[in-house]
């Protein structure tokens, strides 16, 4: 992701010592001995600096998204989830008939069925 300019919002997925968070890109630096990279600032004031554009790369793992890409990628990802949630609804009360519903989801215990054991 060579193309990005200054001003350039993201979106960093954070990890264990980073929380997420947006940003935009506040500085682009093209090294002739060290090559292109980034100094990023995120919208609560965190500053990364020297970020490689190969974070920036798809790939699993990956931890900074320009923002419009990970908009999109989040959608289609809760869209996806929603449609296979809501086939293992249909399927799961069109097989229940007239019977007393139960829930989809056998293994899990109610929540006051775990006050119980805990209360």
Same mark, same amino acid.
């Given at each position: 992701?060579?193309?990005?300019?200054?001003?350039?919002?993201?979106?960093?997925?954070?990890?264990?010592?980073?929380?997420?968070?947006?940003?935009?890109? %506040?500085? #682009?630096?093209?090294?002739?001995?060290?090559?292109?990279?980034?100094?990023? =600032?995120?919208?609560?004031? *965190?500053?990364?600096?020297?970020?490689?554009?190969? !974070?920036?790369?798809?790939?699993?793992?990956?931890?900074?998204?320009?923002?419009?890409?990970?908009?999109?990628? *989040?959608?289609?990802?809760?869209?996806?989830? $929603?449609? *296979?949630?809501? $086939?293992?609804? #249909? !399927?799961?009360?069109?097989?229940?008939?007239?019977?007393?519903?139960? %829930?989809?989801?056998?293994?899990?215990?109610?929540? =006051?069925?775990?006050?119980?054991?805990?209360?």
């Amino acid at each position: 992701m060579n193309n990005m300019t200054r001003g350039t919002r993201f979106y960093y997925t954070g990890d264990m010592a980073n929380a997420d968070g947006e940003g935009s890109i %506040s500085r #682009v630096i093209d090294s002739p001995k060290w090559g292109l990279s980034y100094d990023l =600032t995120f919208d609560d004031g *965190r500053l990364f600096r020297s970020v490689s554009p190969l !974070a920036f790369e798809p790939g699993s793992g990956r931890r900074f998204w320009p923002l419009d890409e990970w908009q999109a990628n *989040r959608a289609k990802r809760i869209a996806e989830m $929603q449609a *296979r949630m809501s $086939q293992k609804y #249909v !399927a799961h009360y069109k097989n229940q008939g007239k019977k007393e519903r139960t %829930s989809p989801f056998p293994n899990r215990k109610r929540v =006051t069925e775990i006050t119980k054991d805990h209360g």
